[in-house]
């Protein structure tokens, strides 16, 4: 049973360019997160989605970043005219549902991210 | 807000030393909570859980209890090895759907 698969591993871009960053989840799993990894720094929440709907988006910055779950294919997190300060580890994690009931917790499998370089 | 604070890094033992990484919380209601490790080049893998108060959660002879009262999930082992040399973060969970991590715990196990 494959993991969650993100690609590519390594994408490096200049300023200015486009990065677009795929993640396909686990087979069954139908919620996908994304996190981004500043160096030295925590894992910190960008988005989660569920097949074509954004459910909670607050962790975005408010321009260029996007991210998308289509009925078909893999969740897509794209950055548009990139920075510097873009650069960083990007995460996803899937999970077979979303909703937390009282205590129970439906895990995040993540996958092994996406290393961004920025020019 | 919610948030994780857990202890600065790097930590360097030596093979079969005493492990403890500290870490505290800070959330609404009850959290649950969980012990990531993360080895070079790879992503997060979940090390241990506990949900409740008083919960124990162990894995590979790692473990850590949620105490309540003082807000804290400290991660153990009684004994390194040099291949537990990795990235540890704490994290937590409440009633949204994202995970909040603390900054990472870097440790590093000599033979």
């Known amino acids: 049973n494959a993991g969650v698969m993100q690609n590519p591993r390594h994408l490096v871009r200049r300023r200015g360019q486009e990065a677009r960053l795929r993640c396909s989840p686990m087979?069954?799993?139908?919620?996908v997160y994304w996190y981004r990894q500043l160096p030295e720094e925590g894992l910190k929440f960008m988005v989660y989605?569920?097949?074509?709907?954004?459910?909670?988006e607050s962790g975005m910055p408010k321009e260029r970043f996007s991210a998308e779950f289509p009925k078909e294919g893999p969740s897509i997190l794209r950055i548009q005219q990139v920075v510097r300060g873009d650069s960083a580890a990007y995460f996803c994690?899937?999970?077979?549902?979303?909703?937390?009931?009282?205590?129970?917790?439906?895990?995040?499998?993540f996958g092994p991210g996406t290393r961004l370089t920025v020019l | 807000g919610n948030s994780v604070t857990q202890m600065e890094g790097p930590v360097t033992l030596s093979e079969e030393a005493f492990l403890t990484i500290n870490c505290t919380y800070t959330?609404?209601?009850?959290?649950?909570l969980f012990w990531y490790v993360q080895y070079p080049g790879e992503g997060l893998q979940l090390l241990l859980k506990?949900?409740?108060?008083?919960d124990k959660g162990s894995n590979k002879g790692f473990e850590a209890t949620y105490r309540k009262e003082t807000t804290s999930f400290h991660l153990e082992k009684g004994s390194v090895q040099v291949s537990d040399s990795a990235v540890y973060f704490c994290?937590?969970?409440?009633?949204?759907?994202?995970?909040?991590f603390g900054s990472g715990t870097q440790l590093t196990v000599l033979p």
């Open positions: 994690a899937s999970s077979p549902k979303g909703e937390f009931v009282d205590s129970s917790y439906n895990e995040q499998f």
């Open positions: 087979k069954g799993h139908s919620h």
């Open positions: 989605l569920q097949k074509e709907n954004i459910i909670d």
């Open positions: 959330a609404t209601g009850y959290p649950s």
């Open positions: 506990a949900t409740k108060a008083d």
């Open positions: 994290a937590l969970i409440r009633t949204a759907r994202q995970l909040t």
